[in-house]
C-alpha cells in the first residue's frame, strides 16, 4: 500500500511518500493536507482521504508517528473498523518515487517519449545481445582472459570516499571475476569476505575513456550498444562488475548514461540535479554514504532530497541523464556495461578526462571565479561576508536558477 501525502506549509511544497508492505487492502491514497505546528511544535496533519466507495481512511501524522483508521459506511453512517498506528522515522518523511518503467522501447521512442523529458527511465526488453545469457563466471573469466584490471578491494561492502576504506589492486581478469562471483574468498588481500569492485579503464588511464571493443573484445561481440543516439554522441563504454552486496557511492556524471545490466540485480537510488543543495558534495560525490537510515543530526537536510529508485533485472537497462545523482547497490554478483554518450556539443567537455565526470569546461571556470570571488569576500568582516554571500545567493537563484512557473509549479503538484 502506498500512502502518499502532500505537506505545504514550509514556503516550499515539501512532498511526502509513506510506503507499507502489509495487509491492508491494495489502495492507493492520495492525501493533501497543510503542515501546522502545535503549540508543542509537533506536526499535527489530520485530514480525510480519498473516499473510496463506502470505505474511508483517516489518516492522522504527528511527529514519529502515522495513524491509519479504517472506516466502513453502515446504514449510512461511518463507523471506524481498526485503527493502526506506525512509527515513522524522519527519513520515513523522505518522498519515495519509482523510476518509470518502458517495455519494448524503440530508438524513435526513446528519442520521441523519453529522452526530452530528462529524467530516469528504465528500459526493459531493449535488445543486448548474447551476453543476457551467455556472461557467466566461466564464460567471462575464459573469454576475457588474463589482462590485467585495476580493481576496488574493500573490507566492506560499503565502500567509503571519504575514509578511503578501499584499496586498489591489480588482479588478472579471470582470477577478478572468480573473486568477485565468491562470498568468502582463499586468496585474499585484506580479509576472506572482501568485496570486488571493477570500473574498466581505457589503455592509458589518464587520456583514453574505457572501450570495451578495446580492452575486451571478444565479450564486446556479445554485448550490443543499444543505438539509440549517434554514433559520434559516443564516449565511452565501461565494465561494472561487483561483488555481492558492493554499494557505490552516490555521485554524478557529466554525459548521458545508458547503464546496462546484463547479469544481476541491483538496486540503484537517483536523486535530481535539483537536490544538490541537500546532497552534501564534495566535487562530484555526496557525504552522505548510508543512503538508507542516514545519521540526520549529521546530515540534516538530506530528508529534503527526493529519492527515486528502482530495482535493474539482468537484461535492462537504466537511462541516467547527465548530472542525475546515482548509488548503486549490487544485490547479486552482477555485470554491467554502462555507455556514456555526450549530451552537449564536443568541445563543451574537458578535453582531458577519460572518465565522463569532469565539470564541462564553462562550469569549471565559473566555479574557479566562484573561488576567487569568495576570496574577494574575505577582505569584509564576517558579518559583512555573511550578508554580501546571501544577497549573491538570491542574485544566482534570480539569474540561473531554472524558472518554473507557477502554474506549472501547481501543475507538478497536481500530478505527482
Ligand atoms: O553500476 C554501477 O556499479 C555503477 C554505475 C555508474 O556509476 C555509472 O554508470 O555511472
Known amino acids: 500500500m502506498r500512502v502518499r501525502n502532500q505537506m505545504k506549509g514550509f514556503g516550499i511544497p515539501i512532498t511526502t511518500t509513506f510506503w507499507f508492505c502489509s495487509c491492508f487492502p491494495r489502495s492507493e491514497l492520495y492525501w493533501r493536507a497543510s503542515h501546522t505546528e502545535d503549540d508543542t511544535g509537533a506536526s499535527r496533519l489530520d485530514r480525510f482521504a480519498k473516499n473510496d466507495f463506502d470505505v474511508k481512511y483517516r489518516i492522522r501524522i504527528e511527529t514519529g508517528l502515522l495513524q491509519l483508521q479504517h472506516l466502513r459506511r453502515r446504514n449510512g453512517a461511518y463507523s471506524s473498523e481498526w485503527r493502526v498506528n ?68 574493500s573490507p566492506e561492502p560499503r565502500m567509503d570516499f571519504l575514509h578511503k576504506n578501499f584499496v586498489y589492486r591489480t588482479l588478472p581478469f579471470d582470477k577478478f571475476i572468480q573473486r568477485a562471483a565468491e562470498a568468502k574468498h582463499s586468496d585474499f588481500f585484506i580479509s576472506e569476505d572482501e568485496s570486488y569492485y571493477l570500473r574498466s579503464l581505457g589503455e592509458d588511464v589518464r587520456k583514453e575513456p574505457a572501450d570495451l571493443r578495446k580492452q575486451f573484445p571478444e565479450l564486446a561481440e556479445d554485448f550490443h550498444i543499444p543505438q539509440f543516439f549517434e554514433p559520434e554522441q559516443f564516449f565511452s563504454s565501461v565494465f561494472r562488475i561487483s561483488s555481492p552486496g558492493l554499494q557505490l557511492w552516490t555521485h554524478y556524471d557529466v554525459m548521458d548514461n545508458l547503464l546496462a545490466q546484463v547479469t544481476g540485480r541491483k538496486r540503484v537510488v537517483l536523486y535530481s540535479p535539483k537536490d544538490a543543495l541537500y546532497l552534501y558534495l564534495t566535487g562530484d560525490k555526496s557525504e552522505v554514504l548510508d543512503i538508507d537510515t542516514t545519521d540526520l543530526q549529521l546530515y540534516p537536510e538530506f530528508v529534503k532530497a527526493s529519492r527515486y529508485e528502482c530495482i535493474l533485472e539482468p537484461g535492462d537497462l537504466l537511462f541516467i541523464p547527465a548530472l542525475w545523482f546515482h548509488n548503486t547497490l549490487a544485490l547479486q554478483f552482477g555485470v554491467g556495461v554502462n555507455v556514456f554518450w555526450r549530451h552537449l556539443p564536443p568541445e563543451s567537455y574537458d578535453k582531458k578526462d577519460p572518465y565522463g565526470n569532469k565539470d564541462p569546461v564553462a562550469a569549471s571556470r565559473a566555479l574557479q571565479s566562484l573561488e576567487r570571488t569568495l576570496g574577494i569576500l574575505e577582505e569584509l568582516p564576517p558579518d559583512y561576508q555573511d550578508f554580501y554571500a546571501r544577497r549573491m545567493v538570491l542574485r544566482i537563484q534570480s539569474r540561473a536558477y531554472l524558472r518554473q512557473t507557477m502554474e506549472a509549479s501547481q501543475e507538478n503538484l497536481d500530478t505527482a
Open 86 to 153: 506506525f512509527k515513522l522515522s524522519e527519513m520515513d518523511c523522505q518522498e519515495k518515487l519509482e523510476v518509470p518503467v518502458y517495455t519494448d522501447v524503440d530508438r524513435e521512442t526513446f528519442l520521441r517519449d523519453i529522452y526530452p523529458l530528462r529524467r530516469p527511465a528504465v528500459l526493459k526488453r531493449v535488445p543486448l545481445g548474447p551476453c543476457v545469457r551467455a556472461w557467466t563466471v566461466s564464460y567471462l573469466a575464459q573469454k576475457g582472459g588474463d589482462r590485467e584490471v585495476k580493481v576496488h578491494v
